[in-house]
Structures are given as structure tokens and as C-alpha cells.
């Protein structure tokens, strides 16, 4: 799919994969006022990641707004722009088994007003089928976040496969605070 050679690690290796993903989120400038998380998009029968992405990897998005990019909209961009495709379309050309590898769950509400995104996840109609998160969303910016029931509700299972990383990933996304 790239022209460059993408990491594979064995199908279901959730520990490799999400060790992978948190080795993207430090690459995020520490802040006080957002998390450095960490994203693979991932073709689930193959063990491909095919896209990757840290919080304010691009330092504007869409709109040309600053710093507003999270790790999971990263990796959406890097595909859009790898096909020459908006964002919205995508879809067309991912694999139907896509995973998604977050190590913080992804977000159900923006105080920039940005798209959440739960959003852009469910706008890829159905290609992530599976969401593994590292850690939830602690309440810092957005008191509840309910994005793992969002994407519940509409037919995306939500897993937590590596709990026991907790203190690690919540190390990871709070440096800056």
C-alpha cells in the first residue's frame, strides 16, 4: 500500500502492536493543555500497520487551525494523502479488516469544536472493526468521554488488551502536566 516498507508483527500480537503505537505517542511535544498519544492503523488480517500518527503530528489540520491534530486523525491524513483522497473516503481504498491501535481511547468531544475521533472512525463506514485502546481518557479537557460507547453502539468492539500498562502509557500521554 506504501512505497515504503511497513512494520508487520503477527496477527492478534496486541502487545507488539500497541508496544508500536506507544512508541509513536513521546514524538507528541510534551503540553499541559493536550496528551501525547500515539495511533497505528492497522489491516488486521495481514499484521500490516499501514499508517501511523502522534498527537499534533500535523501542526494544523483541515481548517489550517494549529496543533489540533490527534493521533488517530494523523494517521487518516497520512492515507488520504498517500491516494490523493479527502479523508471522508478512505474507506475506498483500506482493507475491509482494519484495526485501530490508540494508546488513549479515542475522543468523543473537542473543546477546539474539531471533528472527535469516534467521528472519523465511524465515517470509514464499518472498515475499523476492532478499536484497541491503551488507557481511557482521563477527564483533564473533557469530563466524560464516551467514545468506547459510541463506537460500541455502532457495531466497533472496543478492547483494552494490555491493562497492565496502564502506569506506562499514563506516564507517556500526561508528560507536560
Not at 121 to 132: A, C, E, G, H, P
Request: one cysteine or more.
Amino acid at each position: 500500500m506504501c512505497s515504503r516498507t511497513n512494520p508487520v508483527f503477527a496477527v492478534g500480537d496486541h502487545e507488539a502492536f500497541m508496544e508500536f503505537a506507544l512508541i509513536q505517542a513521546p514524538k507528541s511535544p510534551p503540553a499541559a493543555n493536550k496528551f501525547c498519544v500515539g495511533a497505528i492503523l492497522v489491516n488486521a488480517d495481514s499484521g500490516e500497520v499501514l499508517s501511523t500518527g502522534f498527537s499534533v503530528e500535523y501542526p494544523q489540520d483541515y481548517k489550517g487551525d494549529p496543533g489540533t491534530t490527534h493521533a488517530e486523525h494523523c494517521c487518516f491524513i497520512k492515507i488520504a494523502d498517500e491516494h490523493n483522497l479527502p479523508e471522508e473516503r478512505i474507506h475506498e481504498v483500506l482493507p475491509a479488516n482494519m484495526a485501530l491501535y490508540t494508546t488513549m481511547e479515542p475522543c468523543n468531544g473537542r473543546l477546539s469544536g474539531n471533528m472527535t475521533c469516534v467521528t472519523r472512525i465511524l465515517r470509514l463506514k464499518s472498515t475499523i472493526r476492532n478499536v484497541y485502546v491503551g488507557i481511557k481518557e482521563p477527564g483533564t479537557f473533557i469530563a466524560d468521554n464516551d467514545g468506547q460507547e459510541r463506537l460500541e453502539a455502532n457495531g466497533i468492539k472496543v478492547e483494552f488488551p494490555v491493562e497492565h500498562w496502564r502506569d506506562r502509557i499514563t506516564k507517556v500521554s500526561m508528560s507536560g502536566h
